[in-house]
């Protein structure tokens, strides 16, 4: 419970009309102050202001993407309890109706901006994924790798559209991805809004250098990354930090394989993962491989295979499945 005086500061720090609206549209989504701007039609000095305020008070949260932040309602604490019951008990009057229509045209304009980003990339896409086994498949295997967990925070490094936090949306309370592309979490963000995804943001973030304090996390996933670094097992060794002591990654990627055009037009580092290779960075850092599931392309040996992987401390029983 917070004391009177921390209590009193949150109170008054909500107690506004501007900053209300500001935690409303919070609530639906995360916003920059340029987004806030143009939806509540002020000037970007005094939205800042309320924005510092509500901040300070912990009821919104700010996560930097270099020039940019992204402002989200808080996660943690007594002010992310108290904002979140303030934005439930808000009527849908005129000014708030309005909001939310200036809230759908910038969201609308930011997805025409993602679709553009998207279609430019298609092409690229479409030809990888005619190397392997269709996603659906993958998808439903992690999926069920999670099945009957409670998992109150999942984060997925490398998110790059956020596909993964849409598969897995049912599966966990709040989910985070983590990408150092704008542009690919610019396609994120329209994803999740239009799967009305609330459960999970996207933040800018080098995987190489994490901070700690955006978990502890019961389960870590990383979705067809590894491949693009040298040294797989230094990545899992940042990485373990973001875990709780019993959380548990899920690694999705590619066999070993001889297809050396990705290197060049792809931008892949390594020619796949052997299981072999991935227990033995697993026992690095404590943990080992508990799962594994492989998922042969259709194309035969033109294709690539896809492998699952789950990874878990203490060890559990080894077990393989196709």
């Known amino acids: 419970m917070a004391d009177l005086t921390a209590l009193v500061n949150?109170?008054?720090?909500?107690?506004?009309?501007?900053?209300?609206?500001?935690?409303?549209?919070?609530?639906?989504?995360?916003?920059?102050?340029?987004?806030?701007?143009?939806i509540l039609r002020q000037s970007q000095p005094r939205v800042s202001r309320h924005l510092k305020?509500?901040?300070?008070?912990?009821?919104?949260?700010?996560?930097?993407?270099?020039?940019?932040?992204y402002y989200s309602l808080a996660q943690h604490g007594e002010g992310a309890a108290l904002g979140r019951w303030l934005v439930e008990r808000l009527d849908d009057g005129p000014e708030r109706k309005l909001d939310r229509v200036r809230q759908n045209a910038v969201r609308a304009a930011q997805q025409e901006q993602a679709a553009a980003f998207f279609a430019k990339v298609a092409g690229h896409w479409d030809e990888l994924r005619r190397l392997h086994v269709p996603e659906s498949a993958v998808e439903e295997a992690v999926a069920d790798a999670l099945a009957g967990q409670d998992v109150d925070l999942l984060i997925d490094l490398g998110t790059g559209t956020g596909r993964m936090l849409e598969v897995l949306a049912d599966n966990y309370k709040r989910g985070i991805g983590i990408d150092s592309s704008r542009e690919m979490l610019g396609v994120a963000r329209a994803k999740l809004t239009t799967g009305a995804i609330g459960n999970a943001q996207v933040r800018l973030g080098d995987m190489t250098a994490m901070d700690a304090s955006v978990g502890p996390a019961d389960v870590l996933v990383l979705h067809q990354v590894l491949h693009y670094f040298d040294d797989p097992?230094?990545?899992?060794?940042?990485?373990?930090?973001?875990?709780?002591?019993?959380?548990?990654?899920?690694?999705?990627?590619?066999?070993?394989?001889?297809?050396?055009?990705?290197?060049?037009?792809?931008?892949?580092?390594?020619?796949?993962?052997?299981?072999?290779?991935?227990?033995?960075?697993?026992?690095?850092?404590?943990?080992?491989?508990?799962?594994?599931?492989?998922?042969?392309?259709?194309?035969?040996?033109?294709?690539?295979?896809?492998?699952?992987?789950?990874?878990?401390?203490?060890?559990?029983?080894?077990?393989i499945g196709n």
């Open 233 to 319: 097992g230094r990545i899992l060794a940042q990485s373990t930090p973001l875990l709780k002591d019993d959380g548990q990654m899920l690694i999705v990627d590619f066999a070993p394989h001889e297809h050396e055009f990705l290197r060049v037009e792809q931008a892949h580092r390594r020619l796949g993962l052997s299981t072999e290779q991935l227990d033995d960075w697993a026992k690095a850092v404590g943990f080992s491989v508990d799962l594994v599931r492989e998922f042969p392309s259709e194309s035969g040996e033109q294709g690539l295979t896809v492998c699952l992987w789950r990874l878990t401390r203490p060890a559990q029983s080894f077990n």
């Open 10 to 38: 949150i109170l008054k720090a909500a107690g506004e009309d501007t900053r209300l609206r500001l935690l409303a549209l919070l609530a639906e989504g995360d916003h920059t102050v340029k987004d806030l701007t143009e």
């Open 53 to 69: 305020l509500l901040a300070d008070a912990g009821l919104v949260q700010r996560n930097a993407e270099g020039a940019w932040a």
